[in-house]
């Protein structure tokens, strides 16, 4: 199985700043990766997905890289709603694996 | 609207069965994977499986291969998750969601982007 890391685990962080996620995947899933959020009390959102597409809809602050095994997601500048759980999902395997999560908090 | 709507909060005691359904509306049913998600109380978002309404192709996560049955009614446009005896470890949220596939340089890729409002699950004596 596709095992999947996430770090940090949590970050605390001021409106306006550059935020990087980090998802690291057991082995190479090309760009087999998506990128969700989470707000408390509410479903995921699909924001990303083949490592670097935006989902329709989401604002274009948002932005995720990389391939292979090492991805990221950026924020460009943290609004007040982008408080919230970011998870990243592979999609190499029909076993779709998500990774821990990375809690986003209002420093 | 594309729209999963599941059914509403469950409270049951260890060794009761319970089906939960999700019911798609707006697009094709029968031309998207539906998946199941459980989040435990505080925790992160766990793959259980998938199923293709279409032919009722189902696929399981190891974790969770004879724990559950996923399946699909397709003339009511509706998947299902289920279990025979409830444990007090399956207390969570189950969310449904619809797998959509993109094309993107000549690579098929796959994202959750539909997603239930999900259905609470207390299993408690």
């Known amino acids: 199985d596709i095992q999947m890391t996430q770090s940090p685990s949590s970050l605390s962080a001021s409106v306006g700043d550059r935020v990087t996620i980090t998802c690291r995947a057991s082995?190479?899933?090309?760009?087999?990766l998506n990128w969700y959020q989470q707000k408390p009390g509410k479903a995921p959102k699909l924001l990303i997905y083949?490592?670097?597409s935006l989902q329709s809809g989401v604002p274009s602050r948002f932005s995720g890289s990389g391939s292979g095994t090492d991805f990221t997601l950026t924020i460009s500048s943290l609004q007040p709603e982008d408080f919230a759980t970011y998870y990243c999902q592979q999609s190499y395997s029909t076993l779709g694996t998500f990774g821990p999560g990375t809690k986003v908090d209002i420093k | 609207e594309v729209q999963l709507v599941q059914s509403g909060a469950e409270v049951k005691k260890p060794g009761e069965s319970l089906k939960i359904s999700c019911k798609g509306s707006?697009?094709?049913?029968?031309?998207?994977?539906i998946g199941w998600v459980r989040q435990m109380p505080g925790k992160g978002l766990e793959w259980m499986g998938i199923?293709?309404?279409?032919?009722?192709?189902?696929r399981y996560s190891p974790s969770f291969q004879g724990q559950v049955t996923i399946s699909a009614d397709k003339s009511i446009s509706t998947a299902y998750l289920q279990w025979s005896s409830l444990k007090a470890s399956d207390t969570a949220m189950y969310y449904c969601?619809?797998?959509?596939?993109?094309?993107?340089?000549?690579?098929?890729?796959?994202?959750?982007?539909?997603w239930g409002q999900g259905t609470t699950v207390t299993v408690s004596s």
């Open positions: 082995q190479s899933i090309s760009s087999y």
């Open positions: 969601a619809r797998l959509r596939e993109y094309s993107s340089s000549s690579h098929y890729y796959y994202g959750m982007d539909v």
């Open positions: 199923i293709y309404p279409g032919d009722s192709d189902t």
């Open positions: 083949a490592a670097s």
């Open positions: 707006g697009y094709s049913f029968t031309s998207y994977w």
